[in-house]
């Protein structure tokens, strides 16, 4: 009977630890990006969040169908007032604001898609743990897809599909819990005679909301409100803010030592150009800007032999795929290899081998803490790099963010002309190899023959996707 009490604790406690929907914190202060498929809206924007007084103050900036507009709005639910505010002009416009508050949290409807680690978890400060849920907005004839934070969810990234943008992706970071300045909350003196407006209250939800404007019009906003009274996603997070106090000394040699030390940790804390672990084993997905490839795959990766194994999974063009990759680059061969059949197809590979690095010549565009910066496992430092690189067909963009410790990949977001935008993110990566035996061709397909078509160019690791 003992053990039978025993077995049942364990298994009590394995169903505590399935990640269940969550409340973010009641107050909170960060910055987010949001961006549309169709391209329209690209935005920055400073936040800070109460819950308990529900309000939110929102500073953003960015570009609407190429025109550029910037905003200051606080968002008063009990009040059911909007003012618009202008700190340089000193002026205020009031609007009424009609809609019930919703706190940033997990709907209590929503579906667990998966948990994973962004980055790693190999080392300290190199990952970070964390949870996607999915829904449907009924509303909009959509679906969202939410990731927060295993401890503390902390708002990591939302995706909503809407009619009129395709999928609007917004990312959140240097989340912190609280609220660095509280009057920011409250309207400014200069607003307390501002007389509520005469026109049809605006409809925002806490978690959708675009803050868009038109020159001459002031900002106005674009709801995307999910439907209902449950909770929604939504927050940003605000940058951390260091003061540093310098004391004045007397003796030189202390002052001497003082300036040696602040350029010496200064330049060598400036990130700077990263190679990642030569040995890994990972995940990632693959998604086009045009919805017509979406793949996923595990991968292993040796730079020491060159060798990388992908087995990857998708849908291009509503077809569905599913086959092994190993490239082996120092022999300038390609093997797809099909281990249920036991059949393997040899195909001659571009030899030019590109480890997962940061170029030297990349530009550093920030640093930012994904996640919160408040508590253990709540975040994680990563530093995002942007760079050209030559292909055959033309010139191409890129966007890497990796781990600031250990440069471990993130995602990356790679443009040509003839593929739009692809974006790529990497998890669940592990230092070092699972199945090293894996990066070699199986014994099936020692008979493999070379197949070279005409014209045919040989297969390169972006061709695969």
Same mark, same amino acid.
């Given at each position: ?8 604790? &364990? ?66 639910? *009990? ?8 700190? *340089? ?17 997990? /709907? ?129 997070? /605000? ?7 310098? $004391? ?44 017509? &490839? ?109 781990? $600031? ?7 990356? &977001? ?21 199945? /090293? ?20 160019? /040989? ?7």
């Amino acid at each position: 009977m003992r053990a039978l009490v025993v077995l049942a604790c &364990l298994l009590a406690a394995c169903m505590a630890q399935r990640p269940h929907p969550c409340f973010s914190p009641a107050l909170m202060s960060g910055a987010l990006t949001v961006s549309t498929q169709n391209e329209k809206l690209v935005m920055y924007a400073r936040y800070m969040y109460d819950a308990l007084g529900e309000r939110i103050r929102i500073w953003e900036m960015g570009k609407y169908q190429n025109q550029s507009f910037t905003g200051d709005v606080l968002l008063l639910y *009990r009040e059911a007032a909007m003012y618009q505010i202008s700190e *340089r002009n000193h002026t205020c416009k009031k609007l009424p604001l009609k809609i019930d508050f919703q706190p940033v949290a997990v /709907p209590k409807d929503a579906t667990l898609l998966g948990q994973f680690v962004l980055g790693s978890s190999s080392g300290p400060g190199q990952g970070l743990l964390v949870n996607t849920w999915a829904g449907d907005v009924p509303s909009q004839g959509g679906t969202y897809l939410m990731t927060v934070t295993e401890f503390g969810c902390i708002p990591i990234g939302t995706a909503v599909q809407t009619k009129e943008y395709g999928w609007t992706m917004t990312s959140y970071f240097d989340n912190i819990i609280g609220i660095e300045d509280p009057g920011k909350l409250n309207p400014p003196d200069f607003c307390r005679n501002a007389v509520m407006a005469d026109v049809e209250p605006y409809k925002c939800s806490v978690q959708v909301c675009e803050l868009c404007g038109k020159p001459g019009s002031g900002s106005r906003i674009r709801s995307a409100s999910l439907k209902g009274s449950e909770p929604r996603a939504a927050a940003s997070v /605000p940058l951390l803010l260091f003061t540093w106090k310098l $004391q004045v000394f007397d003796n030189m040699r202390a002052l001497c030592l003082l300036v040696g030390l602040l350029v010496g940790c200064c330049l060598a804390q400036r990130p700077q150009p990263c190679s990642s672990p030569p040995l890994m084993t990972g995940s990632m997905s693959v998604s086009t800007q045009s919805e017509k &490839l979406t793949a996923f795959a595990s991968y292993s990766y040796d730079a020491l032999g060159q060798r990388i194994l992908l087995r990857e999974s998708g849908s291009f063009n509503n077809k569905s795929f599913h086959f092994n990759m190993l490239l082996l680059y120092r022999q300038g061969l390609a093997y797809k290899i099909n281990y249920r059949n036991q059949t393997c197809c040899k195909k001659l590979l571009d030899s030019n081998f590109h480890p997962l690095a940061i170029p030297k010549n990349a530009s550093l565009l920030g640093q930012v803490v994904v996640g919160g910066s408040s508590g253990p496992g709540q975040g994680v430092l990563v530093n995002t790099w942007e760079g050209q690189m030559h292909l055959r067909k033309g010139t191409a963009k890129y966007m890497s963010t990796v781990t $600031q410790f250990g440069c471990i990949p993130v995602s990356t &977001l790679f443009h040509t002309d003839w593929t739009g935008w692809i974006v790529t993110s990497f998890f669940n990566n592990v230092v070092g190899l699972v199945d /090293p035996q894996a990066l070699n061709p199986p014994d099936f397909c020692a008979d493999a023959e070379l197949e070279v078509e005409d014209g045919e160019e /040989p297969v390169s690791f972006f061709s695969l996707f």
